[in-house]
């Protein structure tokens, strides 16, 4: 069965920098765009990134584009978001998902398969 793992949450004053890692297994990896995506206590479920199959093209929302990248190592069933300068506001529960399509997605729907998610806090 498809799994997602997500690690690297963890608590962080403002201005500092975590690596979230998703490791992935039971999919064919490289057929498979990734997204990252966010929840905060009370809010709805927030798109953060995509990558597509290949690792050659990704999408951040603005609030983080020059904040965050996303990368993948396809040899390693791996897709990771480095976040810098994080914030409070960046304060959530980060979540991994797989598409079952190679193109990059910024919708919810458009993945099938999600990981148990990351605490990530980040103190003022």
């Given at each position: 069965q498809?799994?997602?793992?997500?690690?690297?949450?963890?608590?962080?004053p403002?201005?500092?920098?975590?690596?979230?890692?998703?490791?992935?297994s039971?999919?064919?990896?490289?057929?498979?765009?990734?997204?990252?995506?966010?929840?905060?206590?009370?809010?709805?479920?927030?798109?953060?990134?995509?990558?597509n199959?290949?690792?050659?093209i990704?999408?951040?929302?603005?609030?983080?584009?020059?904040?965050?990248t996303?990368?993948?190592?396809?040899?390693k069933?791996?897709?990771?978001?480095?976040?810098?300068?994080?914030?409070?506001?960046d304060?959530?529960?980060y979540?991994?998902a797989a598409?079952?399509?190679?193109?990059?997605s910024?919708?919810?729907?458009?993945?099938?398969?999600?990981?148990?998610?990351?605490?990530?806090?980040?103190?003022?």
């Amino acid at each position: 069965q498809v799994q997602l793992v997500e690690s690297g949450g963890g608590s962080v004053p403002a201005g500092g920098s975590l690596r979230l890692s998703c490791v992935a297994s039971g999919l064919t990896f490289v057929d498979n765009a990734m997204g990252w995506f966010r929840q905060a206590p009370g809010k709805a479920r927030e798109f953060v990134g995509t990558i597509n199959a290949d690792g050659g093209i990704t999408f951040l929302i603005n609030r983080v584009n020059d904040r965050y990248t996303m990368s993948r190592d396809n040899a390693k069933n791996t897709v990771y978001l480095q976040m810098t300068s994080l914030k409070p506001e960046d304060t959530a529960v980060y979540y991994c998902a797989a598409s079952p399509k190679p193109g990059i997605s910024r919708y919810f729907n458009d993945y099938n398969y999600w990981g148990q998610g990351t605490q990530v806090t980040v103190s003022s």
